[in-house]
């Protein structure tokens, strides 16, 4: 069983950053596809960015030039790094790995308010 923990989320001005951590308790990053979800009051579940584990990702294109997403196989972690923050990033983020053989898994999420 492989659990992730997020970290870094809070309430930030528009036009500001915030960077997220996931740790997972294995040895999963570096063998699967890692994503960044979020998730508004009243909406779904969207995929924000990805890293796969050949090194490619995407971005959505409400986020692109502005996230970046890195993973440090090494320390089993991931990041989202959040520059020029808007209103609409409010959300809570979450956390999702799968791995062939593993399976999938998510966090609990970590809650992101961008605000004056």
């Known amino acids: 069983q492989v659990q992730l923990v997020e970290s870094g989320g809070g309430l930030v001005q528009p036009g500001g950053s915030l960077r997220l951590s996931c740790v997972a308790s294995?040895?999963?990053?570096?063998?699967?596809?890692v994503n960044w979800y979020r998730q508004a009051p009243g909406k779904q579940r969207t995929l924000v960015a990805q890293?796969?584990?050949?090194?490619?990702?995407f971005y959505a294109d409400s986020v692109k030039g502005r996230f970046t997403i890195s993973r440090d196989n090494a320390k089993n972690t991931v990041h989202l790094q959040m520059n020029s923050l808007r209103p609409e990033g409010t959300a809570v983020y979450y956390c999702?790995?799968?791995?062939?053989?593993?399976?999938?898994?998510w966090g609990q999420g970590t809650q992101v308010t961008v605000s004056s």
């Open positions: 294995g040895r999963i990053f570096s063998i699967g596809t």
């Open positions: 999702n790995v799968y791995a062939p053989d593993y399976g999938g898994y």
């Open positions: 890293s796969r584990s050949e090194g490619s990702t």
